[in-house]
């Protein structure tokens, strides 16, 4: 899990799409086996990691960015 280090909220967020990219921007969040967070992107799977998300992941409650640790 990731946590906001800003309001401590866990895995809540939303997806900062580049400008440029030109899919539905459709994505769901869902949990593997190990309790990892696994995200689909218009059809794309992956687990994130740190970097990941601090590039482009922004916090659904407070709305910061360049903010989530693990959990
Ligand atoms: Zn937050």
Redesign the pocket.
């Known amino acids: 899990m990731f946590k ?1 280090k ?2 401590n ?1 866990k895995d809540k967020f939303e997806l900062m799409f580049n400008p440029d990219y030109l899919g539905p921007k459709n994505f769901e969040t869902s949990y593997n086996e190990n309790g990892d967070i696994v995200i689909s992107v218009d059809g794309y799977t992956f687990v994130p990691d740190l970097n990941f998300m601090n590039t482009h992941a922004v ?1 659904r ?2 709305g ?1 960015i360049y ?1 989530w640790d693990y959990e």
């Open positions: 906001c800003k309001c909220s916090c409650y407070c910061n903010c």
